[in-house]
């Protein structure tokens, strides 16, 4: 009964580093999220998905990748780390529209870009 | 102006006490009232849920929405120290996805 997994859980990076964190549900929900939580400005969208293959925007982006080949599994890519994103990310899902918007949320992965 | 609006507090309680949290909003669309609990180092859990106006009550929490004033409600009756957290409200428009818009959370906590 794993709900929704993030790996990793921590990680430190280097200034210009690249990183992948995965997100796996095992809730067979259609949407997917990714968010950033940091202290005042609370949990902000960065991309989401509706469905496998798709990928959009959300309210902060730039700096950042997704890709949802497979239901189950979400990915964050960061291309070249900044210290400006250091955070703590939070992957999520949900069921479809029709149902119930109750969204599920990881443990977060607390990322530090030195 | 954010189109969801929460004291971030804190806020500090006895045990026993009634707590009573807040949110405003602007959107009119939203129908889809949320408020989540976030421990300390954990994601965000669910803990009411509410469609348009109403009350909703679960055990000790009773959720409560004034679609005319754009304010929703959370009140916790007997608080426990088991119940500090931060509360963060969440709400949707039908459509669009059913994209979330968050408050920047309430943090609580109950004194033994």
């Known amino acids: 009964n794993a709900g929704v997994t993030q790996t990793p859980k921590f990680r430190v990076l280097k200034t210009g580093q690249s990183m992948t964190l995965l997100c796996a549900q095992d809730?067979?929900?259609?949407?997917m999220y990714w968010y950033r939580q940091d202290p005042g400005m609370g949990l902000r969208l960065i991309h989401y998905?509706?469905?496998?293959?798709?990928?959009a925007k959300g309210e902060v982006p730039d700096g950042y990748n997704v890709s949802r080949l497979k239901k189950q599994n979400f990915l964050l890519g960061l291309e070249s780390a900044a210290p400006s994103q250091t955070s703590v990310y939070f992957c999520a899902s949900s069921y479809s529209i029709g149902r119930d918007t109750e969204a599920f949320f990881g443990q977060g992965t607390r990322l530090t870009v030195v | 102006q954010k189109e969801v609006e929460q004291d971030p507090g804190p806020l500090s309680v006895p045990e026993g006490a009634i707590v009573s949290l807040n949110c405003t909003y602007s959107?009119?669309?939203?129908?889809?009232f949320m408020w989540y609990r976030q421990y300390s180092r954990k994601g965000p859990e669910l803990l009411m849920y509410?469609?348009s106006s109403g009350n909703k009550e679960d055990g000790r929490f009773t959720a409560q929405v004034d679609k005319s004033s754009k304010y929703i409600s959370l009140f916790i009756r007997d608080s426990q120290p088991s119940d500090s957290a931060t509360y963060l409200c969440a709400m949707s428009a039908p459509g669009n996805n059913r994209k979330l818009i968050w408050g920047l959370g309430t943090s609580l906590a109950v004194n033994p």
């Open positions: 809730m067979n929900h259609e949407y």
């Open positions: 959107n009119s669309a939203f129908q889809y």
């Open positions: 998905s509706v469905g496998e293959g798709t990928t």
């Open positions: 509410t469609y």
